[in-house]
């Protein structure tokens, strides 16, 4: 009883603390959260102000007011003067907790401050295009294939007592023509040409290491390509020096005639001779063959009188640069050309390389050499103003035949 006693004025304590603060402007308890611009109550709970705020925009049902960085929290609460008596404490009411703030979808928070940041937005695909129609390949015509013709019978087998007679041949039937318009079988190809031999005539156009592909004399060899032997420096008097080397017989040009003389044992008619020359240096004969016709020695000139004149020297006292048997010819030095000489009874018949140069009957004339080279006989070599090479010198017997 005494506590009701109590309470009752309390209560009217309290009426009249609302009623003082409704006259001064405020229509808010003094134990709920208020607006921080009017400070007027903003909690939808509190019964005496359920209508909320009338100076803000924001109206109570709203909910709480929020900031920022999170939900407006109310200012703590101002102590006024207390109108109750000092032996009465003022009764302690509990404030109600604020219910947590509810995500708005027009929230102006940003993603960090929301803690998540949303994924980008995709980007919208192109639209496909569409694909053309597929139009079916037109059917190819088959071939009709040509029938297999039947295989050929196998051979009979060999009769197992050991008889080695062959078998008899069995023909093979000749396979039916295919049916249809078909072509007939191509021919077969022709066989392959077989080539042309090699010209044996053909002249050589290597140095003059190499020797012409012409007819050499194979008979009994007067030179072995390692010493002179039985050839002998010609004592013409201007010669210049003679030696060996590589296989050949080296005249040095001198200030006339240079060459070397034959002192062995040598026919003086049916037979041919052959070597090869070349002209290393010098522009006169680089060979001046002189060989037996019976008892008289005569010269056959390669490359006289300026370096291209070939002839035999002497026919009835003219030499080869006046009688008959005289041609020219182009030499190139360094080049190993083919000599051939053959004397019988009746002519005289020359040879440079394959070509054949003279052609001297023997009868009603009379053949003879110039008093130069008189050293060189009964067979010799010599050059003029001139470094020639000789090789390769064989001489044989004529044939029965080759004495016309």
Known sequence: MRQMLVAIPLAALLFLAIAQDASAGRRCCRRHRCCDECQTCCTPSCTSCAAGCTNCA????SGPATTETGPMMP???TEEPSTLPPNIKPPVIARPTPPPPKPTPNSTKSPSDQGAVPPPPKKPEPPKKPEPPKTSAPSKTET???PTPPAPPAPPKAPANGSTSAPAKTA???????????APPPPPPPPPKKPAPADQNQKSTQNHSTAPAV???HGTSLFDGKSLGDWKESDFGTEGKISVKDGAIIIGAGEGCSGITWKGPFPKTDYEISLQAE???GSDFFCGLTFPVGDDPCTFIVGGWGGGL?????INGDDASENNTSSDMKFDDNRWYTIRVRVNKVRIVCWIDKEQKVDQPLDQVKVSIRSEVSASKPLGIATWHTTGAIRDIHWRHLAKDELK
């Open 58 to 61: 924001a109206p109570a049902a």
């Open 215 to 217: 007819d050499v004399v």
């Open 172 to 182: 093979t039937p000749t396979p039916p023509p295919p049916p249809g318009n078909t």
């Open 144 to 146: 009709p294939k040509t």
């Open 310 to 314: 070939v002839g035999l020297s002497s």
């Open 75 to 77: 200012p703590p609460p």
């Open 279 to 281: 002209r290393i240096d």
